[in-house]
């Protein structure tokens, strides 16, 4: 994260060089102006016949010669212009790298921490999540068990009811048959009380 400050450190010494090698073009831009502004003013008050011409400075003048021999004060106006242009476009360009990488920053700043609490939620609703299933495999295998002992005891009632079907149609059967003797015991005495009739 710390590379857009190595950048813009970097960027502003590369300002500061570029500024400071152009310092004296400025500062011997400056007092040509000033000569040439005097110089103008002298030649209003005076009249054109006095007016002295662009030439190089002196030896007894403090301005220092000019970098670049036979560049005329507009091209020197130019080329500062161009340079300092050129060093605001650089500066505004930084100053906008430097918003939207601080822009960018603290949206990702601000999406870590909401990541970060999404992240504790989801794993607070995991552990509750996993609880809950626990939970709910205890009672599946209670319901489980509680299946099997009711099928065991349905198995066992269905044998008793087999065994009692079983016992009671043995029961009809042997009643069935008393029921049958008795009768044929009947049907004989009543054939011999008849017969006995016949013959008195």
């Known amino acids: 994260m710390a590379h857009w400050r190595e950048e813009y450190a970097a960027a502003l010494a590369a300002r500061d060089r570029r500024e400071k090698a152009n310092l004296a073009i400025f500062n011997a831009y400056t007092k040509l102006a000033d ?57 505004t360009d930084i100053q906008e790298r430097l918003a939207r990488a601080t822009t960018d920053l603290e949206k ?39 299946l099997e002992d009711f099928q065991d005891e349905l198995a066992t009632l269905d044998l008793q009811l087999n065994m009692a079907e079983a016992r009671t149609d043995r029961l009809q059967k042997e009643n069935q048959e008393l029921v049958d003797r008795w009768m044929a015991r009947m049907g004989k005495e009543a054939d011999a009380m008849n017969d006995a009739s016949k013959f008195s």
């Open 108 to 146: 990702l700043r601000k999406r870590n921490n909401y990541d970060g609490r999404k992240i504790s939620s989801m794993e607070g609703e995991i552990t509750h999540l996993q609880l809950r299933l626990k939970d709910r495999e205890e009672e599946l295998r209670g319901k489980a068990k509680l």
């Open 35 to 91: 000569r040439t502004t005097a110089t103008a003013n002298n030649s209003d008050n005076k009249g054109p016949a006095h007016q002295p011409t662009l030439s190089t400075p002196t030896t007894n003048s403090k301005t220092k010669p000019l970098p670049v021999t036979g560049s005329s004060p507009q091209d020197l106006l130019a080329a500062t212009r161009t340079d300092l242009a050129e060093a605001q476009r650089s500066r």
